[in-house]
C-alpha cells in the first residue's frame, strides 16, 4: 500500500470519526451538564436521544407523504419537533422520576433513572413495534475531496452537516452557559444551589432547563444519526447513550467543554479501531476508555476534583 | 413601621431543635444585632426568615404578610437580601458575576449604577473585577458578599456573622459601610455577630439568644453597658 493511499485512509477515518464524535458530544452535554447541577448520572439521557430518533423517523415519513420538496425546510420543520417532543420527555423524566427523590441519598435517583430508562424503552417497542425503523435518505451524495487509483476520500453531505451543525451549536450552547442569565443561574446552582435560592433564583425550574436543555441537544442528535445510518430501534438509546456517557467520563463529567472534547476523542477511538484493527471489537475499545479512565484519571481531561463540602 | 416579625418560631437545624421559641421583632429603618455564642441559633434564625429552613411553629411576618412558607427565591423576591454565613460566594465565577447573580431580581435598567455603587464602597472590587471570587482574600470575599446582597436592593439585609476571621481593621471597614447603609440609605439591618463589642455599639436594639432562646433584649448602648452581658459576650472576647 502506497503512502498517500495510507494518508488517504487515515483522512478518512478521521471524518468518519469527527462525525460520529459529533453525535456522542451533543448526547454528553446531556449527561454532563445533569451532573453538574444535581451530581447525578440520567441513565434515561441515551432514551430520550432514542425518542428524539423516533420523532425525526415520524417527521421526514410524515414530511415526504405530504409531498413536500425541500430539504432544508423538511430538516428544519423536523429538528424543531422533534426537539420540542423530546424536550417534554425530559422534563417530565425529571419531574416524575427525579424531583421527588431530591435530597434522598443518591442511589436513590440512579435506581430511578435505570428504571425510567427501561419504562421508556419498552415503551416505545410497544407503541411503535421492535422491528428496525428504516427511513429512505434525506441529504444524498457528498464531496470527493481526493480520487486515487483505487481509492477515493470523500465526505457525503450528511457528515458535513452533522459536522456543522454540532459545531454551531456547540459554540452557541458556550455562549449561552457563559453570557446569558439562564447560564450563570445553571452555574451559580452548580457551585451552591442554598445560595443561589437566596439570590432569588428559582432552583427547580433551572434544574428543570437544565434537563430540556440536555434533551434537545439530545434530539439534535438523535435525528442527525437517524439521517446518517437511515435504520434505528427501540435499543440504540442503550448503547449510544453508554458512549456518550463515556465520553463525559473522559472529557471530565461536570465539564461542558470536557464533553464535547470527549465525544470527539471516543468517535476517532471507535473509528481508527474498526478501519485499522476489528469492526466487531469497537464497542470493547470504547469500554475500555472508560474504565482506563476511571482507574487512571477519574477527573477526566479537563475536570476538576471534586471537593466535598464539610 | 414594624418590617419583621418572629412570633414564637421554632425550627429545626438537622435532627436538633435549634430555635425554641423566638419572639424578634425590626423596625424599618432599624440596625437590630443578635447576639450570642456558637450554636445559639442565631444562623438558623436568619435562614428561617428566608425561608429555608421553613419553622416548624410559629409565624414569620415581612410588613405584616406570613413569609413561612415561601421558599427562598419567593423571600428574595420582597426585597429580603441575607449575607449567609461563611460568605458563599460563587467561587468559580468572577467578582461580576457573582454581582450580575445578585442582581437576579433587580431591573436591568440600574444594573451599572448599583454595580458602580458597590465598587465605590469596596475599590478593591473593581481592581479584581474579572478574577475568579475563589481567588480573593477572605476580607475581600466578604466584602464582595454584602456587594452581591446589595445589587438587589434590599428592603431587609440580613448578614451573619460579617467579621468572622477577618483582619481589625477590614472589621472596622465592614462595620462602617454598615452603618454608613442604614444612615444613607436608610436600610433596614439585621446583624448576626459573635463580635458583640462593635455589633453593639452599632445597632439601635440587641437581642441576646441562648441555646434557641431570646434571653435578653434591649438598646444595643444598654447591653453594652449590661454587666451579665459583659462577662458573657465581650470581657476576654476580641474587641
Same mark, same amino acid.
Given at each position: 500500500?502506497?503512502?498517500?493511499?495510507?494518508?488517504?485512509?487515515?483522512?478518512?477515518?478521521?471524518?468518519?470519526?469527527?462525525?460520529?464524535?459529533?453525535?456522542?458530544?451533543?448526547?454528553?452535554?446531556?449527561?454532563?451538564?445533569?451532573?453538574?447541577?444535581?451530581?447525578?448520572?440520567?441513565?434515561?439521557?441515551?432514551?430520550?436521544?432514542?425518542?428524539?430518533?423516533?420523532?425525526?423517523?415520524?417527521?421526514?415519513?410524515?414530511?415526504?407523504?405530504?409531498?413536500?420538496?425541500?430539504?432544508?425546510?423538511?430538516?428544519?420543520?423536523?429538528?424543531?419537533?422533534?426537539?420540542?417532543?423530546?424536550?417534554?420527555?425530559?422534563?417530565?423524566?425529571?419531574?416524575?422520576?427525579?424531583?421527588?427523590?431530591?435530597?434522598?441519598?443518591?442511589?436513590?435517583?440512579?435506581?430511578?433513572?435505570?428504571?425510567?430508562?427501561?419504562?421508556?424503552?419498552?415503551?416505545?417497542?410497544?407503541?411503535?413495534?421492535?422491528?428496525?425503523?428504516?427511513?429512505?435518505?434525506?441529504?444524498?451524495?457528498?464531496?470527493?475531496?481526493?480520487?486515487?487509483?483505487?481509492?477515493?476520500?470523500?465526505?457525503?453531505?450528511?457528515?458535513?452537516?452533522?459536522?456543522?451543525?454540532?459545531?454551531?451549536?456547540?459554540?452557541?450552547?458556550?455562549?449561552?452557559?457563559?453570557?446569558?442569565?439562564?447560564?450563570?443561574?445553571?452555574?451559580?446552582?452548580?457551585?451552591?444551589?442554598?445560595?443561589?435560592?437566596?439570590?432569588?433564583?428559582?432552583?427547580?425550574?433551572?434544574?428543570?432547563?437544565?434537563?430540556?436543555?440536555?434533551?434537545?441537544?439530545?434530539?439534535?442528535?438523535?435525528?442527525?444519526?437517524?439521517?446518517?445510518?437511515?435504520?434505528?430501534?427501540?435499543?440504540?438509546?442503550?448503547?449510544?447513550?453508554?458512549?456518550?456517557?463515556?465520553?463525559?467520563?473522559?472529557?471530565?463529567?461536570?465539564?461542558?467543554?470536557?464533553?464535547?472534547?470527549?465525544?470527539?476523542?471516543?468517535?476517532?477511538?471507535?473509528?481508527?479501531?474498526?478501519?485499522?484493527?476489528?469492526?466487531?471489537?469497537?464497542?470493547?475499545?470504547?469500554?475500555?476508555?472508560?474504565?482506563?479512565?476511571?482507574?487512571?484519571?477519574?477527573?477526566?481531561?479537563?475536570?476538576?476534583?471534586?471537593?466535598?463540602?464539610? | 413601621?414594624?418590617?419583621?416579625?418572629?412570633?414564637?418560631?421554632?425550627?429545626?437545624?438537622?435532627?436538633?431543635?435549634?430555635?425554641?421559641?423566638?419572639?424578634? /421583632?425590626?423596625?424599618? #429603618? =432599624?440596625?437590630?444585632? &443578635?447576639?450570642? $455564642?456558637?450554636?445559639?441559633?442565631?444562623?438558623?434564625? @436568619?435562614?428561617?426568615?428566608?425561608?429555608?429552613?421553613?419553622?416548624?411553629?410559629?409565624?414569620?411576618?415581612?410588613?405584616?404578610?406570613?413569609?413561612?412558607?415561601?421558599?427562598?427565591?419567593?423571600?428574595?423576591?420582597?426585597?429580603?437580601?441575607?449575607?449567609?454565613?461563611?460568605?458563599?460566594?460563587?467561587?468559580?465565577?468572577?467578582?461580576?458575576?457573582?454581582?450580575?447573580?445578585?442582581?437576579?431580581?433587580?431591573?436591568?435598567?440600574?444594573?451599572?449604577?448599583?454595580?458602580?455603587?458597590?465598587?465605590?464602597?469596596?475599590?478593591?472590587?473593581?481592581?479584581?473585577?474579572?478574577?475568579?471570587?475563589? /481567588?480573593?482574600?477572605? #476580607? =475581600?470575599?466578604?466584602? &464582595?458578599?454584602? $456587594?452581591?446582597?446589595?445589587?438587589?436592593?434590599?428592603? @431587609?439585609?440580613?448578614?451573619?456573622?460579617?467579621?468572622?476571621?477577618?483582619?481589625?481593621?477590614?472589621?472596622?471597614?465592614?462595620?462602617?459601610?454598615?452603618?454608613?447603609?442604614?444612615?444613607?440609605?436608610?436600610?433596614?439591618?439585621?446583624?448576626?455577630?459573635?463580635?458583640?463589642?462593635?455589633?453593639?455599639?452599632?445597632?439601635?436594639?440587641?437581642?441576646?439568644?441562648?441555646?434557641?432562646?431570646?434571653?435578653?433584649?434591649?438598646?444595643?448602648?444598654?447591653?453594652?453597658?449590661?454587666?451579665?452581658?459583659?462577662?458573657?459576650?465581650?470581657?476576654?472576647?476580641?474587641?
Amino acid at each position: 500500500m502506497d503512502s498517500a493511499v495510507a494518508l488517504g485512509t487515515f483522512l478518512q477515518h478521521l471524518i468518519n470519526g469527527l462525525t460520529l464524535g459529533a453525535i456522542y458530544g451533543l448526547i454528553a452535554i446531556g449527561y454532563t451538564m445533569v451532573y453538574g447541577i444535581i451530581r447525578m448520572i440520567n441513565f434515561a439521557h441515551g432514551e430520550i436521544y432514542m425518542i428524539g430518533a423516533f420523532v425525526g423517523v415520524t417527521g421526514f415519513t410524515l414530511l415526504s407523504a405530504a409531498g413536500v420538496g425541500s430539504v432544508a425546510l423538511g430538516l428544519l420543520a423536523v429538528l424543531v419537533v422533534s426537539i420540542l417532543f423530546t424536550a417534554a420527555y425530559g422534563w417530565t423524566v425529571e419531574r416524575v422520576a427525579y424531583r421527588p427523590l431530591r435530597g434522598a441519598p443518591k442511589l436513590a435517583p440512579l435506581i430511578s433513572a435505570i428504571g425510567m430508562s427501561i419504562l421508556l424503552q419498552n415503551y416505545v417497542m410497544l407503541t411503535q413495534g421492535a422491528r428496525p425503523k428504516p427511513l429512505q435518505p434525506v441529504l444524498v451524495g457528498g464531496l470527493t475531496l481526493w480520487r486515487g487509483e483505487n481509492f477515493d476520500l470523500s465526505i457525503s453531505y450528511i457528515q458535513l452537516f452533522i459536522m456543522l451543525l454540532t459545531l454551531v451549536l456547540m459554540l452557541g450552547f458556550t455562549q449561552l452557559i457563559q453570557r446569558t442569565p439562564l447560564g450563570r443561574a445553571q452555574r451559580a446552582c452548580e457551585q451552591d444551589r442554598t445560595m443561589a435560592a437566596l439570590l432569588g433564583i428559582n432552583v427547580d425550574r433551572t434544574i428543570s432547563l437544565t434537563f430540556v436543555m440536555g434533551a434537545s441537544l439530545a434530539a439534535v442528535a438523535g435525528v442527525l444519526v437517524t439521517m446518517y445510518y437511515g435504520v434505528i430501534d427501540f435499543f440504540i438509546g442503550f448503547l449510544a447513550g453508554m458512549k456518550a456517557f463515556t465520553a463525559a467520563v473522559l472529557g471530565g463529567i461536570g465539564s461542558l467543554p470536557g464533553a464535547m472534547l470527549g465525544g470527539v476523542l471516543i468517535g476517532l477511538i471507535e473509528a481508527f479501531f474498526t478501519g485499522y484493527v476489528s469492526g466487531a471489537y469497537k464497542d470493547v475499545a470504547a469500554f475500555s476508555v472508560l474504565i482506563l479512565v476511571l482507574v487512571l484519571r477519574p477527573t477526566g481531561l479537563l475536570g476538576r476534583p471534586d471537593i466535598e463540602k464539610v | 413601621m414594624t418590617m419583621l416579625e418572629l412570633k414564637g418560631v421554632r425550627t429545626n437545624y438537622g435532627p436538633i431543635e435549634a430555635l425554641r421559641g423566638v419572639d424578634v /421583632t425590626v423596625q424599618a #429603618g =432599624e440596625i437590630v444585632t &443578635l447576639i450570642g $455564642a456558637n450554636g445559639a441559633g442565631k444562623s438558623t434564625l @436568619l435562614m428561617t426568615i428566608c425561608g429555608n429552613p421553613r419553622p416548624n411553629a410559629g409565624m414569620v411576618l415581612f410588613e405584616g404578610r406570613a413569609i413561612n412558607d415561601l421558599p427562598p427565591h419567593e423571600t428574595a423576591r420582597l426585597g429580603i437580601a441575607q449575607v449567609p454565613e461563611g460568605r458563599r460566594i460563587f467561587p468559580r465565577m468572577t467578582v461580576f458575576e457573582n454581582l450580575q447573580l445578585g442582581a437576579t431580581l433587580s431591573d436591568p435598567a440600574h444594573f451599572d449604577a448599583d454595580a458602580a455603587y458597590c465598587f465605590d464602597l469596596f475599590p478593591i472590587l473593581k481592581q479584581r473585577r474579572d478574577q475568579r471570587a475563589g /481567588t480573593l482574600s477572605g #476580607g =475581600e470575599q466578604q466584602m &464582595l458578599a454584602i $456587594a452581591r446582597a446589595l445589587m438587589s436592593r434590599p428592603r @431587609l439585609l440580613l448578614l451573619d456573622e460579617p467579621s468572622l476571621g477577618l483582619a481589625p481593621l477590614i472589621i472596622r471597614r465592614i462595620f462602617d459601610v454598615i452603618a454608613d447603609l442604614n444612615r444613607t440609605r436608610g436600610m433596614t439591618i439585621l446583624l448576626v455577630e459573635q463580635n458583640a463589642y462593635h455589633a453593639l455599639k452599632l445597632a439601635h436594639r440587641a437581642y441576646v439568644l441562648q441555646q434557641g432562646l431570646v434571653v435578653m433584649q434591649g438598646g444595643g448602648k444598654d447591653l453594652l453597658a449590661n454587666p451579665e452581658v459583659r462577662a458573657a459576650y465581650l470581657e476576654g472576647g476580641a474587641h
